[in-house]
């Protein structure tokens, strides 16, 4: 039976044809493995720029190398020393960066400025000084170009409650520009592809956490954004939400859309992200490729022996090594000076049993922690002297 509601162009083109081979991002409820809409739907507007969507690569997951739309601009942000007070206030203290990204986590403890930046780089509070470029538009002047070609998925619940999902996405959709029939028609399609096909009729109001999350992704995706602006999309989620959450924004990310990642929780930065922007209380701390921040310089090998962790540890130490008592095993520190091969001989010389034995990578919390301690070591010093 058709849909009444539904746009009759929605129905010509089905919103989940069988044919599509792709892997569904969300499986949350039978009603949402409706994914994919269709072969040939993108997250593009399909009057002028729209061209058929990418066939899936054989690994999803694999990182892509630059690869933009034609008309992109290869450079995301070029900021030069942007500020912005909120009466007196310094939100933004002069940021200034220039970052080539597909997807960028953004970083800071509370209050370190992040959605400040990012409602500056949309355009929607003035800046105060400097001036900023998002995929070569600048600010002010193209504010509104940059509006339509980026989708903003806001931290707070932005909508009237007593809406359905399908009139609040499609408002949005004509927000951005898209002529409304248009925005009804994607609205839907969009509203499939979030894993919320059979909701769209309901009201927002009576949406779960989940729901409304994916509800404000539709939104923000539904005029075919270039550049997707995600502030705490995995806030209130529990566990499941989160990575069905996660795994739409590595699909949308698959589809040539960029991603900017604001987040409190760092794993979901290295399972999304290829670079990061870090600021604290308004001053930039880091702005480079994730791979880099977690290159160490010392590298960590984790060991544990049979029952002489006492001993090797003092061996070690009498050694040269830095060791450190982790739970049941020993975390030692080489130098540029030291290698594993060397804390493996010194077990040998001196029979030690050596039953765990694990380098470690570097994770981006710890990363991130050493960063700030560094910076907030370094302003002290600054308001000292
Ligand atoms: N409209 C406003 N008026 C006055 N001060 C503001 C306003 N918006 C933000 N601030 C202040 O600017 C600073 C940066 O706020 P912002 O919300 O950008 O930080 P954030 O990094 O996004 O924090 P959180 O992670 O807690 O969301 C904070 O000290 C905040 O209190």
């Given at each position: 039976?058709?849909d009444?509601?539904v746009?009759?162009?929605?129905l010509q083109?089905?919103?989940?044809?069988?044919?599509k081979?792709t892997t569904p991002?969300?499986?949350?409820?039978?009603?949402?493995?409706a994914?994919?809409p269709?072969?040939?739907?993108c997250l593009?507007p399909?009057?002028?720029?729209c061209?058929?969507a990418?066939?899936a690569?054989?690994n999803?997951?694999a990182?892509?190398?630059?690869?933009?739309?034609p008309?992109d601009h290869?450079?995301l942000?070029?900021?030069?020393?942007?500020?912005k007070?909120?009466r007196?206030f310094?939100a933004?203290k002069g940021?200034?960066?220039?970052?080539?990204?597909?997807a960028v986590?953004?970083l800071?403890?509370?209050?370190?400025g992040?959605?400040?930046?990012?409602?500056?780089l949309?355009g929607l509070i003035p800046i105060n000084?400097?001036?900023?470029?998002?995929?070569?538009?600048?600010?002010?002047?193209?504010a509104?170009?940059?509006r339509?070609?980026?989708g903003?998925m806001?931290?707070n619940?932005c909508?009237l409650?007593?809406m359905?999902?399908?009139d609040?996405?499609s408002f949005?959709g004509q927000?951005c520009?898209l002529?409304?029939?248009e925005?009804?028609?994607?609205?839907h399609?969009?509203?499939?592809?979030?894993?919320l096909g059979e909701?769209?009729?309901?009201q927002?109001?009576?949406?779960?956490?989940?729901?409304?999350q994916r509800?404000?992704?539709?939104?923000a995706?539904?005029?075919?954004p270039?550049?997707?602006?995600l502030?705490?999309?995995?806030?209130?989620l529990?566990?499941?939400?989160?990575?069905?959450?996660l795994?739409?924004i590595?699909?949308?990310?698959?589809?040539?859309?960029?991603?900017?990642?604001?987040?409190h929780?760092?794993?979901d930065?290295?399972?999304i992200?290829?670079?990061?922007v870090?600021?604290?209380?308004?001053?930039?701390?880091h702005?480079?490729s994730?791979a880099?921040?977690?290159k160490?310089?010392?590298?960590?090998i984790?060991?544990?022996?049979r029952?002489?962790?006492?001993r090797f540890a003092?061996?070690?130490t009498e050694a040269g090594?830095?060791v450190?008592q982790a739970g049941m095993?020993?975390?030692?520190?080489?130098s540029s000076?030291?290698s594993?091969d060397?804390?493996?001989?010194l077990a040998v010389e001196?029979?030690v049993?050596?039953?765990?034995?694990?380098p470690?990578r570097l994770?981006l919390?710890t990363?991130?922690?050493?960063l700030?301690?560094?910076e907030?070591?370094?302003?002290r010093?600054e308001?000292?002297?």
């Amino acid at each position: 039976m058709p849909d009444p509601q539904v746009p009759e162009e929605a129905l010509q083109q089905p919103p989940h044809s069988p044919a599509k081979p792709t892997t569904p991002p969300v499986r949350s409820s039978p009603s949402s493995l409706a994914w994919p809409p269709s072969s040939s739907w993108c997250l593009w507007p399909s009057s002028a720029t729209c061209s058929p969507a990418k066939s899936a690569s054989p690994n999803p997951k694999a990182p892509r190398a630059l690869d933009h739309r034609p008309g992109d601009h290869p450079v995301l942000f070029r900021l030069d020393n942007v500020q912005k007070d909120y009466r007196g206030f310094a939100a933004l203290k002069g940021i200034s960066f220039e970052l080539e990204s597909n997807a960028v986590g953004l970083l800071g403890p509370n209050g370190a400025g992040k959605s400040t930046l990012i409602k500056a780089l949309l355009g929607l509070i003035p800046i105060n000084g400097g001036s900023a470029e998002v995929l070569g538009m600048r600010l002010p002047h193209d504010a509104r170009a940059i509006r339509r070609a980026v989708g903003y998925m806001p931290e707070n619940d932005c909508y009237l409650p007593y809406m359905t999902a399908v009139d609040y996405v499609s408002f949005n959709g004509q927000l951005c520009g898209l002529p409304k029939s248009e925005a009804f028609r994607r609205a839907h399609e969009v509203l499939y592809y979030v894993g919320l096909g059979e909701a769209r009729y309901r009201q927002l109001g009576g949406f779960s956490t989940g729901m409304k999350q994916r509800a404000k992704l539709a939104q923000a995706l539904v005029h075919g954004p270039r550049l997707l602006f995600l502030d705490e999309p995995t806030n209130g989620l529990d566990p499941k939400g989160r990575d069905e959450m996660l795994e739409l924004i590595e699909d949308v990310r698959e589809r040539d859309v960029r991603v900017v990642l604001s987040t409190h929780l760092l794993p979901d930065v290295e399972k999304i992200c290829d670079s990061v922007v870090m600021l604290n209380q308004g001053a930039l701390v880091h702005v480079g490729s994730l791979a880099e921040l977690q290159k160490s310089d010392d590298p960590v090998i984790e060991v544990g022996t049979r029952d002489e962790n006492e001993r090797f540890a003092q061996l070690l130490t009498e050694a040269g090594f830095s060791v450190e008592q982790a739970g049941m095993h020993l975390k030692v520190r080489l130098s540029s000076a030291q290698s594993a091969d060397e804390l493996v001989r010194l077990a040998v010389e001196h029979k030690v049993q050596l039953r765990h034995f694990l380098p470690q990578r570097l994770t981006l919390e710890t990363a991130f922690l050493a960063l700030l301690d560094q910076e907030n070591s370094r302003a002290r010093t600054e308001l000292g002297a």
